[in-house]
């Protein structure tokens, strides 16, 4: 999927929040949970959540489901791929700087380290 420069600042938005990056992580680690399950680990009022599960869903980054009278979020993780597709030639600048420290240092006799 190519996004919009909207649409990644959205998912830029949504990532850029706390609570919303822990919601993400509560979804990567546990499944598909409905909005009860995932308020019981915030000290918040669910109206509160809610608005965090509204800017993650408009992100693209969670869907939900109706079963019942139950909401059930579920991780979708489509749009991290363009997330780590903007990291990666950050990741390759430091990975690249902490090469040459490497190197450095084994250059530094032990007795001088």
Not at 74 to 92: F, G, I, K, S, T
Request: glycine share 6%; net charge negative; charged share 35%.
């Amino acid at each position: 999927m190519v996004t919009t420069g909207a649409d990644e600042d959205r998912v830029f938005a949504a990532l850029a929040n706390g609570t919303r990056r822990e919601v993400l992580r509560l979804l990567r680690e546990r499944g598909p949970q409905p909005v009860q399950a995932l308020a019981d680990h915030f000290d918040m009022r669910r109206p509160s959540l809610s608005e965090h599960l509204k800017v993650l869903r408009e992100a693209g980054l969670v869907s939900e489901a109706r079963s019942g009278r139950q909401r059930i979020y579920q991780l979708e993780a489509a749009p991290l791929a363009e997330v780590q597709d903007w990291l990666h030639p950050y990741e390759r600048f430091w990975r690249d700087r902490l090469k040459g420290l490497s190197e450095l240092l084994d250059r530094i006799p032990d007795d001088e380290a």
